[in-house]
């Protein structure tokens, strides 16, 4: 994968691309890469380090770990990979907790993150707690609608401190900044030292007509892709409040069916 646009220039709105080869778009190397990824995602670190010597165990478990084996075509979690393997890529961001899922609310609705990662920011010297949301959609209006619907709760109150008591037993002692984790997570550390310190990675992986269209990443490609960003990065400023820190990564894909398949064929075969 690749960083085709930066459209801010620091990193914080881009959108990313795994080329062309022979005239198509490289669906399979993308599906190929996000299952490398799997058991960095699925998996706790010492989970990993116990299976080194067997990787088609580690595959298996982290296939078993993170998809409904009744129902191959619920796999929204495709779109969760592809998020942390950008985050972990391009940013360089370590989860501290793996496959992070809880019920919150009364009514036991479940509210959920799809990816929690830390990184220490090289300027402010802070922790930072990128809580992100993934969505693999047919189009990008669609997949910035339902991502915001998604995110609205990591700005409110109720939800921040539930989460804040959830997800403190849930760090791994192993996990890097483990000891500042625990502190932020403690009971008698404030709200605010989290609030202060979350980075809201948003990933909107959808189908789109350029990419469908095209044979290469040309300039009129890059130019209708960065147009897109913009388009998701205006409909996410507007909405999202300033208090807020989101980074957005934009990933426009030919077909998401055929992306899906390969990837879930790959899957139902270690099930």
Same mark, same amino acid.
């Given at each position: ?230 388009? !998701? #990065?205006?409909?996410?400023? @507007? +909405?999202?409040? %300033?208090? =807020?820190?989101?980074? $957005? ?5 030919? !077909? #998401?069916?055929?992306?899906? @398949? +390969?990837?879930? %064929?790959? =899957?139902?075969?270690? $099930?």
């Amino acid at each position: 994968m690749d960083c085709i646009v930066d459209l801010t220039g620091d990193h914080s709105s881009i959108a990313m691309c795994p080329d062309y080869a022979v005239g198509d778009w490289r669906y399979k190397k993308l599906s190929d890469h996000l299952f490398d990824w799997l058991p960095d995602a699925a998996l706790k670190s010492q989970e990993r380090r116990a299976l080194l010597g067997d990787p088609m165990q580690m595959i298996g478990q982290a296939c078993r770990r993170v998809f409904d084996v009744s129902d191959p075509s619920k796999r929204g979690e495709i779109g969760e990979i592809l998020l942390h393997a950008l985050c972990r890529q391009e940013y360089d961001t370590s989860p501290f907790v793996a496959r992070l899922f809880y019920k919150m609310r009364s009514n036991d609705s479940v509210t959920s993150v799809d990816m929690a990662h830390v990184l220490q920011n090289e300027e402010t010297g802070l922790l930072e707690l990128w809580l992100g949301e993934a969505k693999l959609y047919g189009s990008a209006r669609e997949a910035r609608q339902s991502a915001l619907k998604s995110i609205k709760p990591l700005w409110d109150t109720e939800f921040l401190e539930e989460m804040k008591a959830l997800i403190g037993p849930k760090v791994e002692t192993n996990a890097p900044y483990a000891n500042e984790l625990t502190w932020l997570f403690a009971d008698q550390t404030s709200l605010d030292k989290i609030i202060e310190r979350i980075v809201v990675p948003i990933c909107i992986a959808a189908d789109f007509d350029a990419t469908k269209g095209a044979a290469s990443r040309d300039n009129d490609y890059v130019a209708a892709v960065t147009k897109e960003l913009q388009k !998701c #990065k205006k409909y996410f400023d @507007k +909405r999202v409040p %300033d208090k =807020v820190r989101f980074v $957005l990564i934009f990933v426009p894909l030919d !077909c #998401k069916a055929k992306l899906e @398949k +390969r990837f879930n %064929d790959r =899957v139902q075969s270690l $099930l």
